[in-house]
């Protein structure tokens, strides 16, 4: 299937790829977050993120909903509006 008569054009993707997860237990006042970090607040800096552990290249250690998104249609293919909402 080409998308604009282009056969160079890529097929869709007709699966979405697999949701990321935390890579170990997850925090217990930030549920989203990994027990590898805390949140912290100073005054001047707000509120920041730092390390209870050692965290490994590649760990997974906050993963959230976005609150927003967009489509790119410069460069990508068209997608439907279902699509992008799942």
Do not use: C, W
């Not at 607040?41 to 993963?63: M, W």
């Amino acid at each position: 299937m080409s998308l604009a008569g282009n056969p160079k054009d890529p097929e869709p993707i007709k699966k979405a790829p697999p949701k990321p997860k935390i890579s170990s237990k997850s925090n217990p006042e930030y549920p989203a977050a990994s027990d590898a970090i805390t949140i912290d607040y100073d005054e001047s800096k707000g509120r920041y993120a730092i390390a209870a552990r050692d965290v490994q290249a590649g760990e997974t250690v906050l993963v959230e909903k976005p609150h927003s998104g967009m489509s790119d249609s410069y460069g990508m293919p068209q997608m439907s509006k279902r699509s992008f909402l799942q």
